[in-house]
């Protein structure tokens, strides 16, 4: 998206980031911890983006992931989990979603390999 309106919307969905950030708060890395990415890795394969989650993995550049390929990988339940944390709808946590998951990944793996295994 470009021009003046390209810029108006590239401002608000770096404030709706910041206020999904904070409104989920620990969220990323609790689901992160445990199974969590083993799960997410799995769900990844299925959605055929498994490629994508290995590269937020640990050091390396972050692949980036649409708000359409993040509806595919997670879940009815999980999109659910978010809209209800955050109060706001899925067309518009999805995309905030997609800026911020592979920074949080990355930043909750950063001593794992790149090649983690699920």
Known sequence: MSGF????MNSAMGALGGQLGD????SFGDMLK???L???ISQAKNAGLEDKIRSWIGSGENLPITADELRNLLTDQQVQ??????GLPAS???PALAQLLPS???????DAAPDHTA
Not at 5 to 8: A, K, P, S
Not at 23 to 26: E, H, T, V, W, Y
Not at 104 to 110: E, F, I, K, N, R
């Open 92 to 94: 518009a946590v999805l």
């Open 34 to 36: 445990g199974e969590g």
């Open 38 to 40: 083993n799960m997410l």
């Open 81 to 86: 989990m978010l809209v209800s944390k955050t």
């Open 5 to 8: 309106f390209g810029n108006i």
């Open 23 to 26: 409104k989920l708060g620990g």
């Open 104 to 110: 949080a990944v990355d930043s909750h793996t950063q």
